[in-house]
């Protein structure tokens, strides 16, 4: 069963740990990852596997194949580091400056190359299986990117599978849950136009500062009180910009946010009382007021027969009282949402350990935890192997 593999595995441990740490000690931002493709690419290669680079620029898919099955399968990791300056003083820390991969997307990278080289020496699998390494998770849309230029009308698959590392979760836990998982993120930029004037006569100005006041306590009621409680959605105003000094009332305030939500249907709730209140509360004060509302990101949706498989393979390989049904989902957002929404499949969370000080993802010092690395790929071999069972 899984038993062999965790155990073959667990001896390419060391081997996994060396791609991550030369990955980490190189990170490259979005859509700059050419080191990074490159090196995951030449690996694919010398397991003999066809691999295309270039869709979304640096993204690369391999293509493994067994037996004369018809069925297909995709694994996907991202591949891009955050810009943030690396704070730790690990002897792989990045020699990039401004430039870290404070996600532990080398940790993806590791696990998935760790897969592809079991599965391509040992696999007992009918069918095919894609290994997507994409570009530019965090905040450019990379998996969007790739989706919309043909990723699976040019490497067809039938369902797609993604792993994120989880501070927060015990190392080797894995979580898997149906439904919504990760939030679906908009982001919002109001500019409310009155009369700028003396700081001392206002009864001569129309204030854009008392008006975007007024809309940023507004917001605050959309998830209170628009909202089922029931639902989760956030509303968050995070810029707020305007004036350039004490005595002058200005002419113009600019103020941007977010807001993320799980369900379709909230975020029409959401996005419908974000518009309301801006033209409501501008119209109350005689000011003008200009919304652009964009939404980003979906939602990242499991589909239940997807998640089945993927909790079995968990269970396989962690066991089951280490496989969580039950974790909440997470406000936070993730582009593998654009690939769920093309087909089929299951993004589950990998415990990385303990979140508290600097293990949180993003801050200057985390660090991807080596040990889950033969968790991650087993889980991805086991999840191969149920997915494309021998006949
Ligand atoms: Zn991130
Ligand atoms: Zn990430």
């Known amino acids: 069963m899984a038993q062999d593999h965790i155990e073959r595995l667990a001896r390419l441990h060391a081997e996994m740990a060396a791609w991550r740490h030369d990955l980490h000690a190189h990170p490259e931002t979005a859509f700059r ?69 404070a996600c532990g997307h080398d940790g993806h990278m590791a696990m998935l190359l760790g897969a592809a080289r079991e599965l391509a020496e040992r696999g007992r699998f009918d069918g095919t299986v894609r290994f997507i390494f994409q570009p530019a998770e965090e905040n450019e849309g990379g998996g969007r990117v790739m989706v919309e230029e043909g990723l699976f009308d040019r490497f067809p698959a039938d369902a797609v599978f993604g792993l994120h590392n989880w501070p927060g979760a015990d190392a080797g836990q894995i979580a898997v849950r149906p439904g919504p998982v990760m939030a679906a993120f908009d982001v919002f930029e109001v500019r409310v136009r009155g009369r700028g004037a003396h700081g001392a006569t206002p009864h001569l100005a129309i204030d854009p500062v008392v008006a975007a006041a007024q809309m940023i306590g507004g917001f605050q009621t959309i998830v209170s009180r628009n909202v089922s409680p ?29 807001a993320r939500h799980l369900r379709p249907e909230v975020g029409r709730v959401v996005e419908e009382g974000v518009r309301r209140v801006v033209a409501g509360v501008a119209s109350a004060f005689g000011a003008a007021a200009e919304i652009e509302y964009r939404n980003r990101y979906p939602a990242t949706v499991n589909e239940p027969a997807a ?23 997470s406000l936070a957002s993730e582009d593998f949402a654009f690939m769920l929404q093309a087909r089929p499949g299951c993004y589950v969370w990998l415990g990385n350990g303990p979140a508290d000080g600097d293990r949180s993802l993003h801050s200057p010092r985390y660090d991807f935890n080596d040990a889950i690395l033969p968790v991650g790929a087993a889980y991805w071999v086991r999840l191969v192997e149920t997915v494309l069972s021998l006949p």
């Not at 680079?53 to 399968?73: E, F, M, N, P």
């Not at 000094?245 to 305030?253: F, Q, R, S």
């Not at 393979?313 to 039950?326: K, Q």
């Open 307 to 329: 998640t089945a498989l993927a909790a079995r393979a968990a269970a396989d390989v962690v066991g089951r009282e280490r496989t969580l049904a039950d974790e909440p989902p």
């Open 230 to 258: 029931v639902e989760a959605a956030v509303v968050s105003v995070t810029q707020l910009q305007g004036g350039d000094t004490w005595n002058v009332i200005p002419e113009e305030v600019r103020l941007r946010g977010s």
């Open 33 to 101: 990852e050419h080191r990074t493709s490159e090196r995951a690419a030449g690996i694919l290669a010398g397991l003999g596997m066809e691999v295309h680079r270039g869709l979304a620029g640096t993204g690369v898919v391999a293509t493994l194949r067994r037996g004369g099955g018809g069925r297909s399968i995709a694994l996907r990791a991202d591949m891009d580091g955050l810009p943030v300056q690396e704070a730790s003083e690990l002897p792989y820390r990045s020699q990039i400056p401004n430039a870290m991969h």
